[in-house]
């Protein structure tokens, strides 16, 4: 059974006992002046409060609104006493930790202090640092807690991408019947979100405890060998659960820890081969602490994203290098996919797949044309023709083609860009038997290759940014399964076989979500996978979510 740490509740009992908040002998009239000549003068910066992304100034106005809605009376005060609502809003700040986040952020210390003050002034603090910690709250649950201040906008495009309705939050909150679920409910609905949420929690158990011992570099180790850095090896297997053996002895390398370490190797993606060398040695030897951060990383990733999948969609995992089709979250359909290379990353976005093509031409990017069609047809002036490429000369339908040797390939340089280069269907396209689009501004979709070679690589960056996917016809067949028409991948393949180009559209759009995530635990057991941050990201992100700069370092949107 998993359990949170007991650590946070113990704090909010504590409070409990020794909180005494009341306005008694302070009447209506004095309560209502003290609060707006506090709402009236920069609230929120008297409070360093200010929730992320948000112009501090309008922030104000709307705090003024909200307490004018409530003919300026406490929003968290009943009968001079701080409400059970107000109780369950601290419990959910103390316990912030469990989803990555930082209690500190909503100044959970302050309310702890102010509710053991005597004066009305503090009381009236109190109250408003409450609503503008639930507005917070609220606003990293929904859209991540990350400043965009330090965010790349083209990595990060979905984080932060709408404003939080201060007035709509607080109301909704107050008018709960159930505080406490209701505050729940604003974190992301996935059961991956939920596993994430449970390897925390493991992994801050491990880092609180020590950690591992590191394990000193040396010769790569292969099955059957004997070596001193054994039993250091099965200690931090039996650490994260991949050797059930905990009382492991001996220095030779046998069966039982061969298997344990194919398994780690399995949640590194490494190559599941059971040899100890330099790549599993560094898996072997990150500290827990990073892989903490990892794990808070990737729950920020999930609440840039709508909180529930309703109906099918498909989710390509960057850093996996998987796709998964998933009717309401349930896994329909996974398989192995290539994505960009380092150099021509393939972008996170969302997009609607809405039409497939059979047999498709390959209209080939000005950048491919110039720095790798241009050299070829240098060195080979049948390049085009081997590799069935005809070339027009413009990319209006009724361009006319245009006969290769009729340009001078050694100074035709960018001018290459003029003319449209096309690939015709066959089985040598750049795009394989079948092309999956979901209109974006990036030119990025799914795709068949004829380099299949290639999926039985663990680490596969090899595009220029599309995504490559391993059984195409599959995926094809499930995506048309909820058309009226129907095709099997038997009958998919029958339009193969004609070599003629064919567009079928879809019934119904489905959403795709291409993500970017290295970290994935399960909701039902402690397998958690971490995969490489291939293009850097997650040190960007890093930086967004811990670093803490001043507020005038921020220019907030007007």
Same mark, same amino acid.
């Given at each position: 059974?998993?359990?949170? =740490?007991?650590?946070?509740?113990?704090?909010?009992?504590?409070?409990?006992?020794?909180?005494?908040?009341?306005?008694?002998?302070?009447?209506?009239?004095?309560?209502?002046?003290?609060?707006?000549?506090?709402?009236?003068?920069?609230?929120?910066?008297?409070?360093?409060?200010?929730?992320?992304?948000?112009?501090?100034?309008?922030?104000?106005?709307?705090?003024?609104?909200?307490?004018?809605?409530?003919?300026?009376?406490?929003?968290?005060?009943?009968?001079?006493?701080?409400?059970?609502?107000?109780?369950?809003?601290?419990?959910?700040?103390?316990?912030?930790?469990?989803?990555?986040? &930082?209690?500190?952020?909503?100044?959970?210390?302050?309310?702890?202090?102010?509710?053991?003050?005597?004066?009305?002034?503090?009381?009236?603090?109190?109250? $408003?640092?409450?609503?503008?910690?639930?507005?917070?709250?609220?606003?990293?649950?929904?859209?991540?807690?990350?400043?965009?201040?330090?965010?790349?906008?083209?990595?990060?495009?979905?984080?932060?991408?709408?404003?939080?309705?201060?007035?709509?939050?607080?109301?909704?909150?107050?008018?709960?019947?159930d505080i406490a679920g209701f505050l729940n409910n604003q974190a992301p609905a996935h059961s991956a979100y939920q596993g994430l949420r449970y390897a925390l929690a493991?992994?801050?158990?491990?880092?609180?405890?020590?950690?591992?011992?590191?394990?000193?570099?040396? /010769?790569?180790?292969?099955?059957?060998?004997?070596?001193? !850095?054994? =039993?250091?090896?099965?200690?931090?297997?039996?650490?994260?659960?991949?050797?059930?053996?905990?009382?492991?002895?001996?220095?030779?390398?046998?069966?039982?820890?061969?298997?344990?370490?194919?398994?780690?190797?399995? *949640? *590194?993606?490494?190559?599941?081969?059971?040899?100890?060398?330099?790549?599993?040695?560094?898996?072997?030897?990150?500290?827990?602490?990073?892989?903490?951060?990892?794990?808070?990383? &990737?729950?920020?990733?999930?609440?840039?994203?709508?909180?529930?999948?309703?109906?099918?969609?498909?989710?390509?995992?960057?850093?996996?290098?998987?796709?998964?089709?998933?009717?309401?979250?349930?896994?329909?359909?996974?398989?192995?996919?290539?994505?960009?290379?380092?150099?021509?990353?393939?972008?996170?976005?969302?997009?609607?797949?809405?039409?497939?093509?059979?047999?498709?031409?390959?209209?080939?990017?000005?950048?491919?044309?110039?720095?790798?069609?241009?050299?070829?047809?240098?060195?080979?002036?049948?390049?085009?023709?081997?590799?069935?490429? !005809?070339?027009?000369?413009?990319?209006?339908?009724?361009?006319?083609?245009?006969?290769?040797?009729?340009?001078?390939? @050694?100074?035709?340089?960018?001018?290459?860009?003029?003319? !449209?280069?096309?690939?015709?269907?066959?089985?040598?396209?750049?795009?394989?038997?079948?092309?999956?689009?979901?209109?974006?501004?990036?030119?990025?979709?799914? *795709?068949?290759?004829?380099? @299949?070679?290639?999926?039985? /690589?663990?680490?596969?960056?090899?595009?220029?940014?599309?995504?490559?996917?391993? !059984?195409?016809?599959?995926?094809?067949?499930?995506?048309?399964?909820? &058309?009226?028409?129907?095709?099997? $991948?038997?009958?998919?393949?029958?339009?193969?076989?004609?070599?003629?180009?064919?567009?079928?559209?879809?019934?119904?759009?489905?959403?795709?979500?291409?993500?970017?995530?290295?970290?994935?635990?399960?909701?039902?057991?402690?397998?958690?996978?971490?995969?490489?941050?291939?293009?850097?990201?997650?040190?960007?992100?890093?930086?967004?979510?811990?670093?803490?700069?001043?507020?005038?370092?921020?220019?907030?949107?007007?």
């Open positions: 059974m998993r359990v949170f =740490p007991l650590h946070f509740l113990g704090i909010f009992f504590s409070f409990l006992l020794t909180i005494n908040v009341s306005f008694a002998g302070i009447t209506d009239k004095t309560v209502q002046q003290e609060l707006k000549h506090f709402l009236s003068n920069q609230p929120t910066a008297s409070l360093n409060m200010v929730t992320t992304g948000n112009d501090p100034a309008v922030q104000d106005r709307h705090l003024l609104d909200l307490y004018e809605q409530h003919h300026m009376q406490p929003l968290w005060f009943k009968q001079g006493q701080l409400d059970a609502k107000a109780k369950a809003l601290i419990a959910a700040l103390q316990n912030a930790a469990i989803d990555g986040l &930082n209690p500190d952020d909503y100044k959970v210390a302050e309310i702890l202090n102010l509710g053991q003050q005597g004066d009305g002034t503090s009381h009236i603090r109190l109250d $408003v640092l409450l609503t503008l910690a639930l507005v917070r709250y609220i606003a990293d649950m929904s859209e991540g807690s990350a400043d965009p201040c330090l965010l790349a906008p083209d990595l990060f495009a979905s984080a932060r991408d709408k404003e939080i309705d201060l007035q709509q939050v607080v109301n909704n909150a107050l008018q709960a019947n493991r992994f801050r158990q491990l880092e609180k405890n020590g950690g591992w011992e590191h394990i000193p570099s040396g /010769k790569t180790i292969r099955p059957g060998d004997s070596d001193p !850095r054994i =039993p250091l090896i099965a200690r931090r297997l039996a650490l994260t659960g991949e050797l059930a053996n905990t009382a492991y002895t001996g220095q030779r390398y046998d069966q039982e820890l061969t298997d344990a370490i194919t398994k780690f190797q399995s *949640h *590194h993606l490494l190559e599941q081969d059971g040899v100890i060398g330099k790549k599993t040695f560094g898996a072997l030897n990150i500290p827990a602490s990073k892989l903490v951060r990892q794990i808070i990383i &990737n729950m920020e990733r999930w609440r840039w994203l709508p909180h529930r999948f309703v109906g099918k969609h498909l989710i390509v995992n960057i850093a996996e290098f998987q796709l998964f089709g998933t009717t309401d979250e349930h896994v329909d359909i996974n398989m192995p996919v290539i994505v960009g290379k380092v150099y021509h990353k393939t972008p996170v976005f969302t997009g609607s797949m809405r039409y497939l093509e059979v047999n498709p031409y390959w209209n080939i990017p000005d950048s491919i044309a110039v720095n790798e069609i241009v050299p070829h047809m240098q060195e080979n002036p049948d390049y085009l023709q081997e590799n069935n490429i !005809r070339i027009f000369d413009g990319w209006q339908e009724d361009a006319l083609e245009v006969d290769p040797a009729s340009i001078d390939w @050694h100074t035709v340089g960018n001018k290459v860009k003029g003319y !449209r280069l096309r690939q015709e269907p066959g089985p040598e396209n750049a795009l394989g038997r079948i092309k999956f689009i979901f209109p974006n501004k990036h030119n990025v979709y799914l *795709h068949d290759t004829p380099a @299949h070679h290639l999926f039985l /690589k663990t680490k596969r960056d090899f595009s220029h940014g599309c995504i490559r996917v391993s !059984r195409p016809l599959e995926l094809g067949a499930y995506l048309l399964a909820d &058309n009226k028409k129907q095709l099997s $991948v038997e009958q998919l393949e029958e339009l193969v076989a004609t070599k003629k180009r064919k567009v079928i559209l879809l019934d119904q759009s489905v959403p795709v979500h291409v993500l970017y995530l290295t970290v994935n635990a399960s909701a039902v057991n402690d397998a958690v996978y971490f995969y490489p941050d291939i293009y850097g990201r997650d040190a960007l992100l890093e930086k967004a979510l811990f670093a803490r700069i001043p507020l005038s370092q921020c220019r907030y949107p007007q």
